[in-house]
């Protein structure tokens, strides 16, 4: 079975003023385990590198924004649909560009590492700490929205 092009890599100019990763939209995922959530310490050399944030990244032209990020996030962190229970979906249109959030429970067996070359580390992180750490500014800007919403769920 032949691999599905990956068509997706490249810089979208927004009219929102921004520049942004995706030429067919982004997604990541945020992994839930108890009161922590996984987080993704960034390379230095990726674009907002240093920061932390969720594994993400762009969404090829044949994927859905669940397959995207269930992809990047086998790529970076080492996981499986499998190993997680999805819950909830939340996305940021920009109309010309849209970045989806895959919001998953991790499962019992779920043991995400830093997988390839983008990650410095992966690590559990209590939600009340997340506003500690240097945030990707994108996603510091959706943080309290997320939080929100992963408080509601069951």
């Known amino acids: ?15 929102c003023g921004g520049k942004h990763w995706g030429k067919f939209g982004a997604a990541g995922l945020l992994l839930i385990r108890g009161s922590q959530l996984l987080l993704q310490h960034r390379a ?17 032209s044949h994927e859905s924004f669940t397959e995207a990020a269930l992809r990047e996030a086998h790529e970076e962190i080492a996981i499986t649909a499998e190993e997680i229970e999805i819950l909830d979906e939340r996305a940021e249109d920009h109309g010309a560009w849209c970045y989806h959030t895959i919001i998953a429970r991790a499962k019992s067996h779920c043991d995400p590492i830093a997988a390839n070359q983008e990650s410095i580390e992966v690590r559990w992180v209590e939600r009340d700490l997340v506003n500690s ?19 509601t769920l069951p």
């Open 1 to 15: 079975m032949a691999m599905a092009t990956r068509d997706g890599d490249g810089w979208v100019e927004c009219p």
């Open 44 to 60: 230095p050399w990726v674009h907002n590198g240093d920061t932390w944030g969720i594994p993400g990244g762009a969404r090829d």
């Open 133 to 151: 750490l240097a945030l990707h500014p994108a996603f510091g800007k959706n943080w309290a929205n997320l939080h929100n919403l992963i408080q």
